[in-house]
């Protein structure tokens, strides 16, 4: 919201934001491990795409139950090498606190070789059952929405895919400076008009939730924001 008495920018904009979709594609890699020392050994030097895909790629996946973990270190953790207190900490990790995704890694490796210090046995102990690296490629869709106004996108929100939400506020993430998303972008090039509805956006950590709580979050920060101003 504007200060009082301010004079309110214009509600359009000749820039349309253009609503996409997108999937992420999983590509094994061919590394696995069996132990915590081969996990912190293949972390160490495994494409970016591999930590992204291991971090983010689950909520992209449909599931019929909450998630156990938000990532699949932490799942591994607890059902492959059935370590709670590994398994406690890697739930943690959240990505959208650390700058990229080498910053990310580092996070990863310390946790585990923390714990690879605290254990004997836990450096050699097999998994029942491997992780397997894989990493992501993401195709992105053109749905050839546009939208001119703010009202118009508000409105749209809650009729958007989870992947569309995924794609323009999380993967945004990785593809714009300092972790900004496709909505704060798009309401910065009406100057400052919308200033306050891009810092609420920007509060909101997209990472322990699911993508329908996500839009639901999306939504009512718009709907909350619009019903202030009239």
Same mark, same amino acid.
């Given at each position: 919201m504007s200060p009082p008495g301010a004079e309110r920018e214009p509600r359009s904009h000749d820039g349309p934001f253009?609503?996409?979709?997108?999937?992420?594609?999983?590509?094994?890699?061919?590394?696995?491990?069996?132990?915590?020392?081969?996990?912190?050994?293949?972390?160490?030097?495994?494409?970016?795409? &591999?930590?992204?895909?291991?971090? /983010?790629?689950?909520?992209?996946?449909?599931?019929?139950?909450?998630?156990?973990?938000?990532?699949?270190?932490?799942? /591994?953790?607890?059902?492959?090498?059935?370590?709670?207190?590994?398994?406690?900490?890697?739930?943690?990790?959240?990505?959208?606190?650390?700058g990229d995704l080498e910053e990310l890694r580092q996070e990863l490796v310390e946790i585990i070789e923390e714990r690879l210090d605290? &254990?004997?046995?836990?450096? /050699?102990?097999?998994?029942?059952?491997?992780?397997?690296?894989?990493r992501s490629q993401i195709v992105v869709f053109d749905t050839h929405q546009r939208v001119q106004r703010v009202e118009e996108l508000a409105r749209m929100i809650p009729q958007l895919s989870a992947s569309a939400i995924f794609y323009h506020f999380i993967d945004a993430r990785r593809r714009l400076p300092e972790g900004c998303n496709d909505f704060s972008l798009w309401l910065a090039s009406f100057g400052g008009a919308y200033e306050d509805l891009r810092q609420r956006l920007a509060a909101i950590d997209p990472y322990f939730r699911s993508l329908t709580e996500l839009r639901q979050e999306i939504a009512a920060i718009f709907h909350a924001y619009f019903e202030e101003e009239e």
């Open positions: 253009a609503i996409k979709d997108c999937a992420l594609i999983a590509i094994a890699t061919g590394k696995r491990a069996l132990i915590l020392k081969e996990l912190r050994d293949v972390l160490l030097e495994i494409d970016h795409g &591999s930590i992204y895909y291991h971090m /983010w790629g689950g909520l992209l996946e449909p599931r019929f139950e909450e998630r156990e973990f938000n990532n699949d270190f932490a799942a /591994w953790a607890r059902h492959g090498l059935h370590d709670g207190v590994l398994a406690e900490r890697l739930a943690l990790v959240d990505p959208t606190t650390v605290e &254990s004997e046995y836990l450096p /050699w102990a097999r998994a029942t059952q491997p992780f397997e690296f894989v």
